[in-house]
């Protein structure tokens, strides 16, 4: 069984700084592109930022500058740095990557989610 599971949100000022990151166990032959999404309140999820296997990057236009999305291949884990964070940030940061298990049928994984607030 495969496992996505992100930790690292909470409450920050803003203006701080925090990093998300999300480990993917169980398993596992090899685990592809990884990608952070978020959902704000009453808003649609969008995607935030993804990562290749290789390290390729691309990020949200809007986010260029300020959030961060790196990856530990030997680790199956990916990260989010967020700095200079706004109330406009505040949302469920949620954890994606496209894994291939033992099975051999490779999908899409998600994570549960976790929380940043930042108050405005």
């Known amino acids: 069984q495969v496992q996505l599971v992100e930790s690292g949100g909470g409450l920050v000022q803003p203006g701080g700084s925090l990093r998300l990151r999300c480990a993917a166990s169980?398993?596992?032959?090899?685990?592809?592109?990884m990608a952070w999404y978020r959902q704000a309140p009453g808003k649609q999820r969008e995607l935030v930022a993804t990562?290749?296997?290789?390290?390729?990057?691309n990020l949200s236009d809007v986010l260029k500058g300020r959030f961060t999305i790196s990856r530990d291949n030997a680790k199956n884990m990916v990260y989010l740095q967020m700095n200079s964070l706004k109330a406009e940030d505040t949302a469920i940061y949620y954890c994606?990557?496209?894994?291939?298990?033992?099975?051999?049928?490779?999908?899409?994984?998600w994570g549960q989610g976790t929380q940043v607030t930042v108050p405005s």
């Open positions: 169980g398993d596992i032959i090899s685990v592809g592109a």
């Open positions: 994606k990557a496209r894994i291939t298990p033992l099975s051999l049928r490779t999908s899409d994984y």
């Open positions: 990562i290749t296997r290789d390290r390729t990057t």
